[in-house]
């Protein structure tokens, strides 16, 4: 009996020995996973920060885009506005009469007739038959 004893102890104790390599076996190929995922994890966190500082140059250059579109566009108000006065400075120039003897007289000077004269300014013939003779 005593011989059964020591037998059955050593097979159990070499069940054990064999339960015991099979968890050791177990927990390397587990910290194996564990570091591939903290490598992972490690690798995915640069991404992350990568993606994040894109993200602010971005932002950082949009805002900038949309200071020069802001100062762009009040020079251009500015512009139309000064056009506008120009155009408008041309339109009272070239209604006044000195303008008008001067179109006629180069005119007339450059072989135009009175009739041509007359209608492109938009003046009688008569006037224009008198700015030519006064020239």
């Known amino acids: 009996m ?10 159990s104790e070499v069940v054990l020995l064999v ?5 050791f076996l177990r927990l390397r190929k587990s910290e194996t996973l564990l570091s591939g995922l903290q ?3 490690q690798e995915f966190l640069k991404r992350l920060q990568f993606n994040t ?12 885009r949309q200071q020069e579109l802001v100062a762009l566009n009040s020079q251009l108000e500015r512009k139309a506005a000064e056009l506008q006065h120009l155009v408008k400075l041309a339109n009272e120039y070239c ?15 450059s072989g135009k007739s009175a009739v ?3 209608k ?3 003046l009688g013939l ?3 038959e008198l700015i030519i003779d006064q020239a």
């Open 2 to 11: 005593s011989d059964l004893l020591i037998i059955l102890f050593t097979v």
């Open 19 to 23: 339960v015991v390599i099979l968890f």
């Open 39 to 41: 490598a992972s994890q």
């Open 53 to 64: 500082q894109l993200e602010n140059e971005l932002v950082a250059t949009f805002e900038q």
């Open 95 to 109: 209604k006044s009469p000195q303008f008008m003897r001067e179109i006629i007289i180069q005119g007339y000077r």
């Open 116 to 118: 041509q004269l007359a």
């Open 120 to 122: 492109s300014t938009g």
């Open 126 to 128: 008569d006037e224009v």
